[in-house]
């Protein structure tokens, strides 16, 4: 039996609805989380994601690190490195979009892992024209932890405000705008710092933008 042209039609609808629904990865219901990972001895997690968008007012990262980042930075004689120390970039977004550049406008968030608390700390991190402004951990989270980091981008004051969540805690940091660039790109999960991933890395996010 041949299928009439209007059920073909019908089905053919229902496939794009659904392709639809998945490609806006969140409109329709929570967004959907992605695992990125590093592999030992990177510093790029996949998959790349090549995002741009225009005017944001706010955006949010909801994550949970992998019980894989729990890396430890050693010297060839065995002791931690002070490398243990640098920060890695979680998220966040940069503003210098025809260049590609994440080291002048952008706006992230730092991570690290504490060998002594077996924790990953978490610390705004700002690159404001081509300075750098790092501060000490404003949150902890235990790996497999639940947690959330909001952007919001305040064009009037102008300002940036981090707000960072878990489960019984939460804390800001604002940081003042001095550009009047509109169009961001997103940037990844990545190790570094001065050094490539000791072992794989890795975590998952789901991101909402308004």
């Given at each position: 039996m041949l299928v009439s042209e209007k059920i073909l039609k019908s089905i053919a609808y229902c496939v794009l609805v659904g392709v639809l629904v998945v490609m806006t990865n969140g409109l329709y219901g929570q967004p959907t989380s992605k695992?990125?990972?590093?592999?030992?001895?990177?510093?790029?997690?996949?998959?790349?994601?090549y995002k741009l968008k225009r005017d944001p007012s706010v955006i949010r990262w909801d994550v949970v690190f992998e019980?894989?980042?729990?890396?430890?930075?050693?010297?060839?004689?065995?002791?931690?490195s002070r490398d243990q120390l640098d920060w890695n970039k979680l998220c966040g977004v940069f503003f210098k979009v025809l260049s590609f550049n994440t080291r002048k406008e952008s706006v992230m968030i730092g991570w690290r892992y504490n060998i002594e608390r077996d924790e990953i700390e978490l610390s705004p991190y700002y690159h404001i024209r081509s300075g750098r402004d790092m501060f000490p951990p404003m949150m902890t989270v235990k790996r497999e932890e639940p947690f959330s980091v909001v952007l919001e981008i305040d064009r009037e004051v102008p300002q940036y405000r981090w707000t960072?969540?878990?489960?019984?805690?939460?804390?800001?940091h604002e940081m003042a705008v001095d550009h009047t660039s509109k169009t961001c790109g997103f940037i990844n999960f990545y190790f570094g710092g001065n050094r490539s991933a000791p072992k794989a890395v890795s975590s998952r996010i789901a991101i909402t933008v308004q």
């Open positions: 695992r990125y990972a590093v592999k030992e001895g990177g510093h790029f997690s996949t998959p790349r994601v019980e894989n980042c729990d890396y430890i930075i050693r010297e060839e004689d065995g002791s931690v960072m969540e878990k489960k019984g805690f939460s804390t800001q």
